[in-house]
């Protein structure tokens, strides 16, 4: 894949992700802030982004979003445990609610 094509990608990729959480955080933003793993800070900014800034950060060449499963447990967790889905999901929200919500600041 070339430069070009990757930065493409990167750039649906963010638009597509900042679409999603601007959608999230103005329909329910207690649940948003929780399953998106931003700050209310961050929360607040994104809802107040015009489609104009939207689309100049989505082509920042930077991905915006954060890939939060750095705990082994948890992604093994999500996708090993063949049991009982709803409870594994359920245990992982348990311990992803417990790590500290990243500052972008």
């Known amino acids: 894949m070339k430069l070009e094509e990757m930065l493409d990608e990167m750039r649906d990729v963010n638009l597509n992700y900042l679409m999603l959480a601007q959608s999230m955080i103005q329909h329910d933003k207690a649940t948003a802030v929780f399953r998106l793993g931003i700050s209310q800070d961050v929360a607040d900014l994104i809802e107040a982004l015009t489609p104009a800034q939207i689309l100049k950060l989505a082509a920042s060449g930077m991905m915006v979003s954060r890939f939060r499963f750095d705990d082994g447990a948890v992604l093994n967790m999500l996708t090993?445990?063949?049991?009982?889905?709803?409870?594994?999901?359920?245990?992982?929200?348990?311990?992803?609610?417990g790590q500290a919500v990243e500052a972008f600041a």
């Not at 445990?81 to 992803?96: E, N, P």
Request: hydrophobic share 50%; charged share 15%.
């Open 80 to 97: 090993s445990y063949t049991k009982d889905r709803a409870l594994a999901q359920s245990h992982a929200a348990i311990l992803m609610a």
